[in-house]
């Protein structure tokens, strides 16, 4: 009855959609799922379960460039058995082939037979994809705005423009008739000059808001949600 409560429990484990492993307090894997076993970063059960889960993580370590450092992990996986918590962090893998993977990982205390914690369950989600359109829609609607500012832009622009447009005729006009000479014609060019050099400060102004607006500012806010985290 025992093996078949086991067996009833691995069935249970290797039919879950995310992948999952399970260690004790000496840090030894004691259950994998089959799902931990797929994909580029798999491990096959026999190598891991009874091994220590330092020496497991290392399989695929060369595959990323900042693979999440053993000590961070092992820090959270002493919170989880001092008290009991449950630690859940969005985290990302940044991939030699160029390719970035975002997780959900979850780390869950077990406490078998009534007493303290003695085991930690870990959960790894990929959520790449729903992360990827989540971004390619914070992209979209920020490209969206974009497209609606921009009328008021060319709006703003124009103003400023009209402003010098009207000075520079005057000033091609007293150039013309050689009406420059004397303080009160200086005065009158000086004042459109002025109004030129503020116009086009203006232009920058505005220019420059909306460019502040067109980088996409969000998506950096999105992206530093996620810690690096090498799955194995």
């Known amino acids: 009855e025992q093996t078949a409560g086991f067996a009833l429990l691995d069935a249970v484990m290797d039919a879950l959609p995310f992948k999952l492993y399970v260690v004790d307090k000496a840090m030894n894997v004691v259950a994998w799922n089959k799902k931990g076993e797929e994909g580029d970063f798999g491990v096959k059960k026999e190598d891991a379960v009874g091994k220590a889960l330092n020496p497991v993580l290392m399989f695929h370590r060369d595959k990323v460039i900042s693979p999440k450092n053993f000590e961070s992990m092992q820090e959270e996986f002493d919170e989880v058995f001092s008290k009991g918590v449950i630690i859940r962090k969005e985290e990302v893998s940044f991939l030699r082939s160029g390719d970035k993977k975002y997780y959900v990982v979850t780390k869950v205390p077990l406490c078998v037979n009534g007493g303290g914690v003695s ?95 067109s980088r996409d500012h969000a998506c950096e806010k999105v992206e530093s949600l996620f810690l690096v985290f090498d799955e194995r």
Not at 135 to 162: D, F, K, T
Not at 179 to 194: F, H, P, R, S, T
Request: proline residues 1%; aromatic residues 4%; hydrophobic residues 45%.
């Open 119 to 213: 085991h930690a369950a870990t959960v790894i989600e990929d959520v790449t994809e729903k992360r990827k359109m989540e971004l390619r829609l914070i992209a979209r609607e920020r490209l969206a705005s974009l497209g609606e500012m921009a009328g008021g832009v060319a709006h703003e622009i124009n103003n400023p423009l009209a402003s010098m447009a009207v000075c520079v005729e005057s000033l091609k006009r007293k150039i013309s008739e050689d009406n420059l000479e004397g303080e009160e014609a200086q005065a009158v060019v000086k004042e459109y000059l002025e109004v030129m050099e503020s116009e086009i400060f203006r232009c920058k102004g505005i220019i420059s808001s909306m460019l502040d607006f």
